[in-house]
Nanobody
Framework: QVQLVESGGGLVQPGGSLRLSCAASGSIFRFNAMGWYRQAPGKQRELVATITPNGRTNYADSVKGRFTISRDSARNTPHLQMVSLKPEDTAVYYC?????????????WGQGTQVTVSS
């Protein structure tokens, strides 16, 4: 069973930057997509960014031009570079990988990392 662990969250002032990383406890040899989602208090979890094996990326409109998703090709886990952060980016950020294991597609999630943007 693969477990994902996020890191890199924290408190940052508006306009600041953070880089989120995701580590996997096991090996993910093949995946359909991976990405980052976030959930703010009182709101539903929403997609932030995704990336496919061929490098195709997709971003929420609210983060386009400010966030960049990339992939650790050796470990098949995603990273998220965030710049020009805004207070509305405050949320718990979750790493996700839709990976294949034992012939089945599994949706793996991390436990989340808090990002707080505040002065």
């Amino acid at each position: 069973q693969v477990q994902l662990v996020e890191s890199g969250g924290g408190l940052v002032q508006p306009g600041g930057s953070l880089r989120l990383s995701c580590a996997a406890s096991g090996s993910i040899f093949r995946f359909n997509a991976m990405g980052w989602y976030r959930q703010a208090p009182g709101k539903q979890r929403e997609l932030v960014a995704t990336i496919t094996p061929n490098g195709r990326t997709n971003y929420a409109d609210s983060v386009k031009g400010r966030f960049t998703i990339s992939r650790d090709s050796a470990r098949n886990t995603p990273h998220l570079q965030m710049v020009s952060l805004k207070p509305e980016d405050t949320a718990v950020y979750y790493c996700n990988v839709d990976g294949w294991a034992d012939g089945y597609l599994h949706r793996y999630w991390g436990q989340g990392t808090q990002v707080t943007v505040s002065s």
